[in-house]
């Protein structure tokens, strides 16, 4: 079952049991509710009562609220009611009218409002009930799926993992979400990870009585193996999952007919026959995914038919059996949707590209070229569209930042006010006992002063609050700005992916490592409660085990050691410092470590005077080429390290040592003084 599927089951507000669009006139209470919304005056106390009233018909009516033809207007009646809500309602009034007016952005189809809504929601946990939470998480998760932000899609996925089981909610739901979870990482080809949750779900299933599930899951586990390059372990898996399904038996421990069961056993035999292609055993290959063809189609199992055809055209092509591979291809392409299948659209055409240049038909290999070129091109403008859209909310997010700012000055001189005044009152008391004044005239103002300063610690203590309040607002902002940057690199990630150029795939990756180092900023600022300044040590050494993990290779032994002190880093000066670290380190791992096995790299950072910084790294590895000089002018990494550098008001150099190099960068900690 798919998950959009799944996102529907029951429990779904306004889940339909009726299929036919009903007219207004058949549901009385409908027709009063509008007549009286229409009546009521907007963004007011009774337009809100009455909007709730038509929600609450809405859940129990027999059909689905997309079916209601007046849905649009449905929609402004709750715009206006959250807009009274927000104003003079309760966080739960808030709450709950947030959640009827996100089911109607869902169900118009507005996804642009659905996605700011239901996002604010989730970032200010506004939510009436853990049920309305578990709803709108339901419906925002595949979104993020299908636009392509699949890391964000996991993070709601957990999360609504961990709902689950605070309420004790059956184990059914969890195995669907680790399964949901691995194959958003198999998408993502971090087939370990995928294979983690997979085997969670293999520990929920194995505790039943489900045999089928237990084989299926096994299955899944194979696969994460065979993809990772693990042969040995996949044939465990998959010889396990055809061990129980032979054994099980049909219509027993949770087996369905004896048709499912044995096409699940033809498809596992096919994956595990796809194993042994190394060794040449195509024929072998052939004959199991034939059979995994044929009983998908007994089965009209679409996605299976198009997978077992691909497998089989390439199988063919490698074969040069090229006229078989074609006919393969052909009964896959007329059961691929174009509409919303791009990705086996693409490895159709891509098999094909390959059988007609090897046939020699050079001409329809271009104009299919060209084809492909379109394809791909349209999927990176919708991944723009989608960049743009989280631009847009990065504005906004800025702009709510500068309000901050402004309301912070404005706390901070009203503060200087209140002390001011109270250094007049003391002042003005002190005169009052020199000038010997009435003892019933200085115990009257001593009276009014008391009635004076409990007044204004009152409000100190709300404008103390009211700081507290925007200081956790500006913790939020910098973890809004780090997801975002994450959102930023994982399209990055997805243009790299979809791009066969090797170059791209560079540039793009060293682009996330990039927007990782500044992403680490944000993270540690809203960490701490000083929002001006890192901890250089603890930035350096996180920045650098990211590095490290990222371009170290499994059979290198490479020591990290780090001689940098624990001093604060201004933030605008720590973004900068820690591009430049990102692309010292990055090119000593490049080429100071290339076919080295072991060695050491050193990163120190000294103070040289006051406010006059330098940053050192150093590696013991092959030193620097002889035209180094002519090498940098063209070297991106080093460019941009030069033009930051200036940027600190510093500059880089560079020498080679006995063995290995050191690459230096002086900077300022303090760029307004040197402004």
């Known amino acids: 079952m798919s998950y959009h599927l799944y996102a529907l089951i029951p429990g779904v507000l306004f889940i339909l049991l009726l299929s036919a669009p009903p007219a207004l006139a058949q549901y009385p209470e409908l027709v009063r509710l509008e007549k009286l919304l229409r009546e009521s005056a907007p963004q007011s106390e009774e337009c809100y009562n009455l909007t709730m009233e038509l929600s609450e018909f809405l859940a129990i009516s027999p059909v689905p609220l997309e079916e209601y033809e007046r849905l649009p207007d449905f929609v402004t009646f709750a715009e206006e009611s959250l807009a009274w809500a927000t104003e003079n309602g309760s966080p739960t009034q808030r709450a709950r009218m947030q959640r009827f007016l996100v089911d109607c952005y869902f169900y118009t189809g507005q996804n642009t409002n659905f996605l700011k809504l239901a996002g604010e929601m989730v970032a200010a946990n506004s939510f009436a009930n853990q049920e309305d939470k578990i709803q709108v998480y339901r419906h925002l998760a595949p979104i993020y799926l299908d636009i392509g932000y699949i890391e964000k899609f996991i993070e709601l996925t957990e999360e609504l993992s961990r709902i689950r089981r605070d309420l004790d909610e059956p184990q059914a739901y969890l195995v669907n979400e680790h399964s949901h979870i691995a194959q958003a990482y198999f998408r993502l080809k971090d087939y370990k990870r995928a294979r983690l949750h997979y085997q969670e779900a293999l520990k929920v299933v194995e505790n039943g009585a489900n045999l089928l599930a237990v084989a299926s899951m096994s299955n899944n586990v194979g696969r994460t193996y065979a993809k990772a390059g693990r042969p040995d372990s996949a044939a465990v898996y998959f010889g396990r999952a055809i061990d129980i399904l032979q054994a099980g038996g049909t219509h027993e421990s949770g087996f369905g007919s004896t048709a499912y069961t044995q096409h699940l056993i033809n498809r596992i035999e096919a994956n595990l026959a796809m194993l042994d292609l190394d060794a040449g055993h195509y024929d072998t290959a052939i004959r199991a995914v034939e059979k995994e063809l044929a009983s998908g189609k007994d089965l009209t199992e679409r996605e299976t038919v198009i997978e077992a055809c691909h497998k089989l055209g390439s199988l063919h092509y490698q074969k040069m059996n090229y006229e078989r591979a074609l006919r393969y291809l052909d009964q896959a392409a007329r059961e691929i949707r174009p509409q919303n299948e791009n990705r086996w659209l693409l490895e159709n055409w891509e098999v094909r590209y390959k059988i007609l240049l090897a046939s020699g038909q050079q001409a329809a290999g271009e104009q299919l070229n060209k084809k492909m070129t379109a394809l791909r091109d349209s999927i990176s403008s919708a991944a723009r569209d989608n960049s743009a859209m989280v631009a847009s909310i990065a504005y906004e997010t800025e702009k709510k930042e500068k309000a901050l700012q402004e309301q912070r000055n404005l706390l901070v001189r009203q503060d200087h006010e209140i002390t001011r005044r109270k250094q007049q009152q003391q002042t003005f008391l002190v005169g009052l006992a020199g000038m010997g004044i009435l003892l019933m005239v200085t115990y009257s103002f001593l009276q009014k002063v008391r009635k004076q300063k409990t007044k204004i610690e009152q409000q100190k203590q709300q404008l103390d609050k009211s700081l507290r309040e925007k200081e956790t607002l500006l913790k939020e902002i910098h973890h809004r700005v780090k997801n975002n940057l994450q959102v930023v690199s994982s399209i990055l990630a997805r243009q790299g992916q979809n791009s066969e150029d090797i170059r791209v795939k560079k540039y793009m990756e060293e682009g996330q490592n990039r927007i990782k180092s500044m992403a680490m900023i944000h993270q540690q600022l809203y960490q701490t409660q000083d929002f001006e300044h890192i901890n250089l040590a603890q930035y350096t050494r996180l920045l650098l085990v990211n590095i490290s993990d990222y371009y170290k290779l499994e059979e ?42 072991h060695g050491t790299l050193t990163v120190a950072v000294n103070q040289v005077s006051e406010n006059l910084f330098r940053l050192s790294v150093s590696d013991d590895g092959n030193g620097l080429p002889e035209d180094m000089e002519r090498r940098s002018e063209k070297s991106l990494g080093l460019n941009l390290v030069k033009g930051i550098a200036w940027q600190l008001r510093g500059k880089l150099s560079y020498y080679s040592n006995q063995p290995g190099s050191t690459f230096e960068v002086t900077f300022v900690n303090d760029l307004k003084q040197v402004a």
Do not use: M, T
Request: aromatic letters at 10%.
């Open 556 to 597: 290198q032994d490479i020591d990290i050691n780090i001689q940098v002190a624990e001093l604060p880093l201004e933030v605008d000066v720590a973004i900068p410092y820690g591009l430049i670290l990102n692309e010292l380190v990055s090119n000593s791992y490049k080429y100071g470590f290339a076919g080295r096995d």
